[in-house]
């Protein structure tokens, strides 16, 4: 993606973040949370999602629930910017297709150096995997 030095998206596009995160098992006993990305200035984010290397369908009873926290300066935040709870059989992302996913907060602003993780709870001891994918941001200067 081309930017100009200020950062600035140029020809009417934000800029991407990609961040590759390996599967991780089922179950709360898995349950993880994985700094994927610093904001290298201050920016908005206008868009957030996963495109999963397989489909991912939820289920109602052993659920898992995915989502992306900004951590504040002191790295202790727990905004979440947003999530994505599986747990119907409706609700699925499928293998190679980005799966874009509601912003919880409208015109989420993360601070210069403020770091962004991605989080993966289960509802159980048995809950559900998640599948390697690569996780995206798009944003633009704030």
């Known amino acids: 993606m081309a930017s100009d030095k200020r950062g600035r998206h140029i ?8 961040a590759e995160i390996a599967g991780i098992a089922a179950g709360s ?16 984010i206008v868009g957030i ?24 300066s002191a790295g202790t935040g727990t905004d979440e910017i947003a999530t994505l709870a599986y ?15 509601k912003i919880a907060l409208p015109r989420r602003v993360i601070a210069e150096n403020e770091c962004v993780t991605f989080k993966k709870t289960d ?17 633009v200067r704030a």
């Open 11 to 18: 020809y009417g596009r934000a800029l991407e973040a990609h």
């Open 87 to 101: 747990s119907a059989g409706s609700v699925s992302s499928t293998a190679y297709v980005f799966d874009t996913y």
């Open 49 to 72: 999602g996963i495109c999963p290397k397989t489909t991912l369908t939820g289920q109602a009873t052993d659920f898992t629930t995915l989502s992306f926290e900004a951590k504040g």
């Open 123 to 139: 509802s159980t001891a048995t809950g559900l995997a998640s599948p390697d994918l690569i996780a995206v941001i798009k944003y």
């Open 29 to 44: 006993a898995n349950d993880d949370e994985l700094p994927i990305w610093t904001a290298p200035f201050k920016c908005r």
